[in-house]
């Protein structure tokens, strides 16, 4: 038991040490999990045989994350894009798997062989790819959609690869037991049936899940609501993920895949939403330490001894998985960023390769020699797909970004007012309706012609350009402007614009839009006049409104809102000075801590002195709410 523990805490504190760090540093979470691994592994030793077995196990967080997923998916949806899910999906799987297996026959393996790894290589990893889309915000978009559907065929065809690679066997080869732990053989109820029969029994068990999960799912939630315990409703979520799992594993199908069809048939359930936020901690978890056992089952041993052979691999199968990616993308276009995206995030192979290795081996279709290299290139090239993101982020989308501006001049500014507002997102846009409203001329700027398209659509004067450009300030007219508003969605060039206008215009009154306390400091050491941070104001109204939903009287919320603004302006001058301590040099400023805190106090007792109550006359009818 000891041991265990041991080896838990090793995990958890590689995954606490590297996830944080990896994030920080815009690597992703999925980078630092595998990186985790490989120092505990393969660096450093700490983990060792052990790794498979807990792989095994981790598997269980791709299964949870497809039942999430199925749960946020409209069947009609779903449904509406079968042309991608069977039409793209198909074609990637069986011309990626010709290409591997062109390439396997040219290293001189027999095609049973050669066609086995053909297949491995076809598939992607699902827990890798919906992750890492998830966590950047692009699972809705036309790559990451694609990318999904692709992903979701694969899981379907591993079932017919399964049931190929025993009919591929070896005479002259000996079973063994694979690159990774076999995987046990448990109970089958499907094994010595006949075709039809085999067929009947896989209906039924996708029936049960459909109808079950319609029709007494409801009642057994109810039934277990009534309790009143929320470890109870984990526990049924859990049970229900874990029990579909094992009937699609007792038919020979994909767990993922009923998990999958589960969630789509429970994504219309008043629970819903609870499911997802008792299955999600589970999910992040065991996901996680999948990642990080991938890293850790890298063997060195194999990699310095073949480095060569290895490393020729992994840029192969990332290279011509790319190559016929890239085709098909163009094919159903799916075309600019998106389909990089698409291409990018689907170049590595995935974790059902290590399933499909281990089933080859048993079944006497891939030697054992060969399975160890062909192991550790699924396992690096899965490594290698968050540097793709990576990639994606700060390569690809910056050049399709200026590419579609480049592909634009900057207008002509053929007008000069006293106001300029340079950007014009959801904050210029009502800045510059509040001015027009009060008939007061303006120069708008911004140098995403969607956001000047808006503008000009509602009959506001605006050019498109880039108001960090120096010269198209001064086109636009900085030198005799009384006032600029800068609002672009950038810190970094909101900060030099500031810095610039300041230094050449110094009469130029500058009011900055601010992502944070942090970035708001920055405008200010730069010389803004004026900081106003984009949900101060909106935060502060919505606390307002908690403050009088709570019973306090509307005149009295106001009070405090006004004396927890004036709390902040009196105090602003002591934390900036604080704060220039630490971007001078000091890593940890007790004094800016201590000052916050003292402020806290004082905000604190501030909110608590007796008011006076407002006089009837002068306030609105207002009836407090009712306590339930």
């Given amino acids: 038991m000891t041991t265990y523990f041991i080896q838990a805490f090793i995990y958890l504190l590689a995954a606490v040490i590297a996830v944080p760090l990896a994030k920080r540093y815009g690597l992703g979470s999925v980078l630092g999990y595998l990186v985790a691994g490989v120092m505990i592994g393969p660096v450093m030793g700490l983990v060792g045989q052990e790794t498979n077995t807990i792989q095994h196990f981790a598997e269980f967080g791709v ?21 991608h899910l069977f039409g793209l999906g198909g074609l990637q799987v069986t011309l990626t798997s010709a290409a591997g297996m062109t390439v396997a026959t040219w ?13 491995i290589f076809a598939l992607s990893s699902t827990a890798i790819v919906l992750q890492t889309l998830e966590e950047k915000g692009l699972s809705n978009t036309e790559g990451g959609r694609n990318a999904f559907s692709v992903l979701l065929f694969q899981d379907i065809a591993v079932i017919p690869m399964l049931a190929l690679i025993p009919l591929l066997a070896l005479p002259g080869l000996n079973a063994g037991e694979g690159p990774v732990a076999s995987t046990e053989s448990g109970l089958s109820l499907v094994d010595g049936l006949p075709g039809w029969g085999h067929a009947l029994v896989v209906v039924g068990a996708v029936a049960a899940v459909i109808i079950g999960g319609y029709y007494l799912s409801r009642p057994l939630f109810r039934y277990v609501v009534q309790s009143r315990l929320r470890e109870i409703f984990t526990a049924t979520a859990l049970m229900l993920v874990i029990g579909i799992a094992a009937l699609m594993s007792v038919v020979n199908l994909s767990p993922a895949l009923g998990a999958f069809l589960a969630g789509v048939v429970l ?99 891939i030697p054992a020699d060969i399975a160890q290299i062909l192991s550790l290139v699924v396992a690096l090239s899965m490594f290698l797909t968050p540097l793709l993101f990576i990639a994606y982020d700060r390569i690809v989308l910056p050049s399709y970004r200026r590419a579609r501006n480049d592909e634009r001049e900057a207008d002509t500014i053929d007008e000069q007012a006293l106001v300029i507002v340079a950007g014009v997102g959801r904050f210029g846009q009502v800045i510059c309706r509040l001015l027009r409203a009060n008939d007061i001329p303006v120069v708008a700027l911004d140098h995403e012609f969607e956001q000047i398209e808006n503008l000009r659509k509602i009959h506001i004067k605006s050019f498109f350009g880039d108001a960090s450009r120096p010269e198209l300030l001064e086109t636009a007219g900085i030198g005799q402007a009384r006032l600029l508003v800068v609002a672009i969605n950038d810190r970094e060039r909101a900060v030099e614009i500031v810095q610039h206008v300041k230094k050449f215009y110094p009469s130029v009154w500058v009011l900055a839009r601010a992502f944070d306390r942090g970035h708001g400091y920055q405008l200010r050491e730069a010389g803004a006049d004026d900081v106003i941070s984009e949900t101060y104001h909106s935060a502060l109204e919505l606390g307002g409104y908690t403050l009088t939903a709570l019973g ?52 604190s007792t501030a909110m608590h002195r007796d008011w006076e109550e407002p006089k009837p006359e002068d306030v609105p009818v207002w009836t407090p709410p009712e306590h339930h």
């Fill in 552 to 603: 306090v009287h509307p005149m009295r919320a106001r009070q405090m809102t006004w004396a927890f603004v004036n709390h902040e302006q009196a105090h602003k001058d002591q934390l900036f000075e604080a704060w220039k301590e630490i971007e001078g040099g000091i890593n940890f400023s007790p004094r800016y801590g201590e000052l916050f805190m003292k402020l806290e106090e004082a905000l």
């Fill in 107 to 119: 290293f001189g393996l027999q095609w049973q062989t050669a066609l086995t790894v053909g297949l």
């Fill in 267 to 365: 994504g219309n359930s008043e629970f819903r939403h609870e499911l997802k936020a008792s299955i999600e901690p589970f999910k992040g978890l065991l996901l996680g330490l999948f990642f990080i056992t991938v890293g850790a089952g890298i063997d060195f041993g194999v990699l310095v001894a073949e480095w060569g052979i290895v490393a020729g691999l992994v840029v192969a199968v990332i290279v011509i998985k790319a190559l016929i990616l890239l085709i098909l993308a163009l094919v159903f276009r799916n075309r600019g960023s998106n389909g990089w995206l698409f291409t990018l995030g689907l170049a590595q192979a995935g974790e059902f390769g290590f399933v499909l290795l281990t089933y080859g081996v048993q079944n006497s279709v």
């Fill in 63 to 83: 299964v949870m994350m497809l039942f999430l997923i199925g749960t946020g998916i409209d069947p009609k949806r779903l449904w509406a894009r079968k042309v």
